[in-house]
């Protein structure tokens, strides 16, 4: 058997809304396996970026066990959480979430750097120019466009080598050429590092990508 990189054992979560409360996910059991790649989808409002947040810790439980690479992440305190998460997550955003204040290759570096990670600068600039972005790498993110700012952040996520990527309709604002490079790249990634992703979309195309596919419906999770 595989092991299993995120594991769910009846989880729920419920937010307060008005004078109740609204239950998001009901009581769900699932596993991701190490090196899969993992395709999310389900409707606006269904709990997709819960899920994802309730994997990398940025969520708590409201009742149930989350473990994130063998880590019961209740059983963390707020700093091993952080120092957890900075260790083996990282994150992309559809806004990207790049440092405006930072170039493009600050901005690469910058994660790595605080895990005491040292990049190898000839290595990556050899990412960048298959990436197009070498000429870029001393601009701001204001200065790029979506689809450069997207594969920043991506390069971002991957040199600091984690367990698993999670990545929150990372090509909801891009057109479909980027689109498909996104895809590829985090493939690329998956195949080539053995990355574990787990990516939300609302994209069905890009499910061809993706080794696994699950929806999240009714606060259930189904396998597609
Ligand atoms: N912090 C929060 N407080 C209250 N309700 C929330 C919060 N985050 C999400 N929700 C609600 O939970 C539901 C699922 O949200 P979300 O996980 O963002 O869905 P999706 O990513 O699938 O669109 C929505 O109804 C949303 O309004
Ligand atoms: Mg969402």
């Known amino acids: 058997m595989k092991e299993q990189i995120v594991k769910f054992t009846d989880v729920s979560k419920k937010y307060k809304s008005g004078e109740g409360e609204q239950t998001v996910l009901d009581n769900i059991s699932f596993a991701v396996d190490k090196g899969n790649f993992v395709g999310v989808t389900g409707d606006s409002g269904s709990g997709k970026t819960t899920l994802l947040h309730l994997m990398g810790g940025l969520e708590d439980v409201s009742s149930g066990n989350v473990e994130t ?6 059983r ?3 700093i091993k959480l952080e120092e ?3 260790k083996h997550i990282s994150y992309i955003f559809q806004d990207y979430n790049l440092i405006e204040e930072l170039t ?3 901005n690469i570096i910058f994660p790595s750097q605080l895990k005491g990670i040292s990049l ?4 990556l600039i050899e990412i960048l120019k298959i990436l ?3 000429d870029k790498r001393n601009k701001f993110p ?4 979506g689809g450069e700012q997207q594969r920043t952040a991506i390069v971002r996520s991957i040199v600091s080598k984690p367990d698993i990527i999670l990545a929150d309709e990372p090509t909801g604002n891009l057109d479909s050429r980027n689109t498909k490079v996104v895809a590829k790249l985090l493939q690329y990634v998956n195949k080539q590092y053995g990355t574990t992703i787990v990516m939300v ?3 069905i195309a890009l499910l061809d990508y993706c080794t696994d596919r699950i929806k999240v419906e009714d606060g259930r999770i189904k396998n597609d």
């Open 104 to 106: 493009v290759w600050e």
């Open 76 to 78: 963390l305190s707020p």
């Open 120 to 123: 190898e600068e000839e290595k």
């Open 84 to 86: 957890f998460r900075r």
């Open 142 to 145: 204001s200065q790029l466009s």
């Open 132 to 134: 197009k972005l070498e």
């Open 69 to 74: 690479c063998g880590k019961d992440l209740k």
């Open 201 to 203: 979309t609302h994209n």
